[in-house]
C-alpha cells in the first residue's frame, strides 16, 4: 500500500504497480539545457500528452521551477488543464484550435497557433484580445503557411486586427533526428525566406525540438521546445550517441511478485498454453498487463528481479503477466519493467526497439491506469 504523496487529494493504492517519475531527473535536464544556451534563449517545456505520460501538473511546475519559462500543449483540453491547476506561465497550443475555444483561450491567457488563412478567417468575428503564435510550414506538411502569398495576406489580415496580436513565430522539423541533414536544412532555408516576410520581428522565433537543439546551436533563436529529452530520452540513438550534456531518464515502471510456484516439466502458462515448462521452473506473477500498457507484443521482453534479467512466459493478460525464475523468491519482491536494478537497466529504448517503435510511442501508452509517484 502506498500513499500518493505531493498531491493535493492523498490516494491510497493497493495494487503494487507504479510509474515513478524523478522530477529531479527532469529538472536536471532542464538545467543542463539552460547551461548550453544563450542567456536570452527561452526553454518552452512541452507537456503534451500528460507531459508524454509523466503527468502534466506535476511536471509543468518542476519544470518551471528549473529554468523552464513557458509551456506548451497539443490541446485545449491540455490547456485548460495546466491554468485550472493555477500555473500562469505563457502557455501555447501547438496544434489546431477550434474558433469555439477562442473566447476561454482569451479569458486564460492561452496563445494559440495561427497556421493558415482559413483559421485566420474562422476567427473573424472574434473581439479578442487573442495571441498567436504564426505557424510555418517549412516542410513538414502539418499545419502551418506554406507560400509566402498565403503568409503575407495572413500577416496583413492579423495586423488589421487590434485584437489580433502576433507574439511568436515558429515551424517544426522533421528529420532533425536523423543523421542526413539534407531535408533539415531546406526547412531551415524555407523557415528564414519566410520569416523575412514578417514586417516586425515576433517576440519569440523558435525552431528546435529537442533533436535539434541537441545537434544545433544555430537553431536557439529566442525559445527552444524541449519535449522527448526533457524526460531524459534521446530522440533517436543517433542523437544520443553525439549528445551535448548526458539526459537522465525520469520513468521507472515497477511492481511486485504477487505469486510464485514451481511448475512441472510439461505444464504450460497463460492463455493459449503457449509457454510450456522445459523443466520444473519458478514461474512468478506480475500484477500488470496490457491494460496497463504492457503490450501482448512485448512477450519476449525482460523484467528485472533481483538485479537479474527474469523473461516473460506466456501471453501478457490484459491485467497480469507471468515471468520465469531461475529460483524462488519472496512475495512482494519488486519488480522493475523500465528503470534500473542494482547493474542492470531497461530502458524505454529497449521497449521501443522490442516493439519497432520510438520511445516517444513507449512513454504515451503507458495507461493511465498506473498511478504516477513522484520523487525529487
Ligand atoms: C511535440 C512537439 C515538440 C516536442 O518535440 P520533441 O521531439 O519531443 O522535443 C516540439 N514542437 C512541436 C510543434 C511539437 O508538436
Avoid at 509551456?71 to 485545449?76: N, Q, R
Avoid at 521546445?225 to 551535448?244: K, T, V
Avoid at 511478485?257 to 506480475?286: N, P
Wanted: proline residues 4%; aromatic residues 8%; neutral net charge.
Amino acid at each position: 500500500m502506498l500513499k500518493k504523496e505531493g498531491s493535493l487529494m492523498s490516494q491510497t493504492y493497493y495494487r503494487p504497480t507504479f510509474i515513478r517519475i524523478n522530477l529531479s531527473a527532469i529538472q536536471t535536464n532542464i538545467q543542463h539545457l539552460k547551461q548550453t544556451l544563450p542567456k536570452h534563449t527561452k526553454i518552452i517545456a512541452v507537456v503534451k500528452a500528460n507531459a508524454y505520460g509523466h503527468g502534466d501538473i506535476e511536471v509543468a511546475n518542476a519544470a518551471l521551477s528549473a529554468g523552464a519559462t513557458q509551456l506548451a500543449v497539443a490541446t485545449p483540453e491540455e490547456a485548460l488543464r495546466i491554468r485550472d491547476a493555477g500555473i500562469t506561465a505563457e502557455l501555447l497550443v501547438l496544434g489546431a484550435v477550434p474558433a469555439s475555444f477562442l473566447s476561454k483561450a482569451s479569458e486564460k491567457n492561452i496563445t494559440l497557433t495561427a497556421y493558415s488563412l482559413e483559421w485566420l478567417h474562422s476567427i473573424r468575428h472574434f473581439t479578442g484580445p487573442l495571441k498567436v503564435h504564426v505557424k510555418i510550414d517549412s516542410g513538414m506538411g502539418r499545419i502551418g503557411f506554406v507560400e509566402e502569398g498565403e503568409l503575407t495576406e495572413a500577416l496583413a489580415f492579423i495586423q488589421q486586427r487590434s485584437w489580433l496580436q502576433i507574439t511568436g513565430a515558429f515551424t517544426h522539423f522533421s528529420t532533425a533526428d536523423e543523421e542526413n541533414t539534407e531535408h533539415y536544412n531546406k526547412q531551415v532555408k524555407t523557415f528564414e525566406r519566410l520569416l523575412s516576410l514578417f514586417k516586425f520581428k515576433p517576440d519569440i522565433v523558435h525552431t528546435a525540438n529537442s533533436a535539434a537543439l541537441l545537434r544545433d546551436p544555430n537553431q536557439f533563436w529566442d525559445a527552444v521546445r524541449f519535449g522527448i529529452s526533457m524526460y531524459g530520452i534521446a530522440p533517436s540513438s543517433f542523437i544520443g550517441e553525439n549528445l551535448p550534456f548526458p539526459l537522465k531518464q525520469a520513468l521507472a515502471l515497477e511492481t511486485e511478485v504477487v505469486h510464485v510456484k514451481k511448475i512441472k516439466k510439461g505444464a504450460s502458462v497463460g492463455y493459449g498454453a503457449m509457454y510450456t515448462a522445459v523443466e520444473d521452473e519458478w514461474i512468478a506473477t506480475l500484477p500488470i498487463g496490457y491494460a496497463d500498457g504492457l503490450l501482448r507484443k512485448l512477450h519476449n521482453q525482460s523484467v528485472l528481479v533481483n538485479g537479474k534479467r527474469a523473461k516473460i512466459v506466456g501471453k501478457i493478460c490484459m491485467d497480469q503477466c507471468m515471468i520465469r525464475l531461475e529460483e524462488q523468491v519472496p512475495l512482494g519482491e519488486k519488480a522493475v519493467l523500465i528503470g534500473k536494478q542494482a547493474a542492470e537497466e531497461i530502458t524505454i529504448e529497449e521497449w521501443a526497439d522490442a516493439l519497432q517503435t520510438i520511445p516517444y510511442e513507449i512513454c504515451c501508452m503507458l495507461s493511465n491506469r498506473i498511478p504516477r509517484i513522484y520523487s525529487k
